[in-house]
Structures are given as C-alpha cells and as structure tokens.
C-alpha cells in the first residue's frame, strides 16, 4: 500500500506533511498541485491507496476524486486533512464569496465516506459540531521525532533570547507586544519566515526585529542559539488560532526553547497548563503566559504515541 499526499504547498515549506511521511510505514508520495489537471489524471488512475488532501486549496480535487473514486470503482481511501476551518469574517465579496464556497465544497465532502484528520482537540469539537463528522487529531511533530529525545533545554541564565519563526504578518507578530517584550530581554527579536502574501509586513524602521530571512523545517538548527520562542497576540483572532497547535511548538521544545504564549491560544495553554511558571519573564504582561520545556517534553512521547496511532488507524498502516 502507498500513501499518497496531495497538497498545493511546496514539499520543503510543508512541515506537516513531511511529519505524516515520517509517522507511516507504508511508503509515502507527494503530488504536488503546480499543474492541476495533469496531476487530476494522475490522481484519478491510483487503485487501492489512501489519498490524502491537504488544506482547502486541494477540495476540488478530492471531490472530482470522491466522484471517480465511486464511478470506476477505485477503491481508494480518501482522508482529508483539515488544517484550518472555514472563516466567514472576510472583508470584502470576493473573500466572502470564496468562504461560502469552500463551506460549500467542504459540506458536500462530508457527506461521502471519507475519514478526516485535524490539527487539534478543539477544531476536531467544532468540526463534530459543523460537519457531524469524528475528525482524529494529528499533530504536527518534528520529522524523525525520537521517543525520549528531547534533550536539556537551552540555558535559562541570566538573559533571555527570543526569537520567532513561521508566517510573518501583523497578527502573527504584533508590533507593540513584540517592542515590549524586546525591552525586557534588553535583545532584538530574531525573525525567520515567509512574509505572507496577502500582508502589508514590512522590517523597516523596526529596530527591535532583526529579519534572519527563510527556513526549512527539515533545518531547524539555528534554534539552538535561543532559549524561547514568541507565539503571542494582543487580540481576539478566529478559532484556528485560538485552537491551533503548530508544528513550530513541537520544533521549539525539541530543541530546548521555552515558550512564551498568549493565553489566547487555548489549545496550546491547556495542554500544556501543567509547565506554567507564572513568576518568570514577562508574567506581568496582562495575558502571557512562560511554559517551562521540560516540563512541556514529559507530556510530548504520550503525545506523539496517540497522535500516531490515529494516523495509522486512519490510513489503515497499524501492525
């Protein structure tokens, strides 16, 4: 059996898929959406394999396959990986319009028999409660996770050494947060990412950011020179963020990173709640909250050994 994924984001910036290659036993394929309908025919004539749909840019392509996958009798397993919900608070009708049709596309998915995976405990609630449909969690763990592994954390002396790694945009680095937290450490806030497309993002005249440039998750050595990693915001943001659970926690704990997270990000605070310490650094800015990694890392093998089973279970590869 082949697993095969299908996804419109390149290999190398897709930490989750290549977390998911790493988790099967069974051999693992990449189909890359560059040419959609030459990939469509190649996707139609698989037999018998599990089919996985990354995030809703690859929707149309699991219906067309749902259809056929029923016409000619192909026998695949289709799963698909929800990564992020549908979103209804878009300025403007084109992004509105685009909502109700990926709601749509996503709607008349769950009515077939495909089996669904997600990124956390909390879009799986809201997916049963929108769809009616049992979503399994995965998460994101590093490639080549270890049972065991992660090591010391890196020094909590006497300075501490931000950084922030990901997607670079005004919710996901907010400017006045990430100035106060730069005068505390008394350091500039390293920054390594993409800029998103859609953002207005700009380094310039911010001398409390310093821009490293891009990453591979397959790369994550340059965290070693930090001791904790930035995931805060100073407002409200929809349930993907408020139920989000990234790869780059796992990446940042795997490397001996502490964290500092709003407890906006419910998912990530309750999961964690027992690594808190709520008298360090930056614990009297109104809404952060400093998780010890060490802390976080005797939770991650229990972790990392369910979220794997339901990936297995899911595509059909437990032994």
Do not use: W
């Amino acid at each position: 059996m082949s697993i095969y994924h299908v996804t419109k984001v390149p290999l190398e910036r897709s930490s989750r898929v290549l977390s998911q290659i790493d988790l099967a036993y069974s051999e693992s394929k990449v189909i890359f959406l560059d040419d959609f309908f030459a990939k469509m025919k190649f996707i139609l004539k698989i037999k018998g394999e599990t089919i996985i749909f990354h995030q809703q840019a690859s929707l149309l392509a699991m219906i067309l396959t749902i259809i056929f996958n029923i016409i000619k009798n192909n026998q695949n397993n289709i799963v698909y990986d929800m990564h992020d919900l549908v979103i209804f608070d878009y300025a403007g009708i084109y992004m509105r319009l685009r909502a109700c049709l990926i709601f749509i596309l996503e709607k008349t998915a769950m009515l077939f028999n495909i089996k669904v995976i997600t990124v956390s405990h909390g879009l799986a609630k809201v997916i049963k409660k929108r769809y009616n449909k049992d979503a399994l969690v995965v998460y994101n763990f590093p490639k080549n996770y270890v049972l065991g592994s992660v090591g010391e954390k890196n020094s909590k002396s006497d300075f501490i050494n931000p950084c922030y790694f990901g997607i670079i945009d005004e919710k996901r680095i907010p400017l006045k947060l990430f100035e106060e937290i730069s005068k505390k450490s008394l350091k500039k806030i390293d920054v390594y990412g993409y800029i998103n497309s859609i953002s207005k993002f700009s380094f310039s005249n911010l001398d409390f950011l310093n821009y490293k440039g891009k990453f591979s998750p397959e790369n994550m050595g340059f965290l070693k020179e930090y001791n904790l990693l930035l995931f805060v915001t100073d407002k409200s943001l929809n349930l993907n963020y408020k139920y989000c659970m990234p790869n780059k926690v796992f990446q940042a704990v795997n490397n001996g990173l502490d964290l500092l997270v709003s407890d906006f990000f419910e998912e990530i605070v309750s999961t964690f709640n027992e690594a808190i310490e709520p008298d360090f650094f930056a614990s009297e800015i109104n809404g952060l909250k400093y998780l010890n990694c060490v802390k976080i890392s005797e939770k991650l093998d229990n972790i990392f050994l369910i979220s794997q089973r339901n990936f297995l279970s899911i595509i059909g590869d437990l032994k």
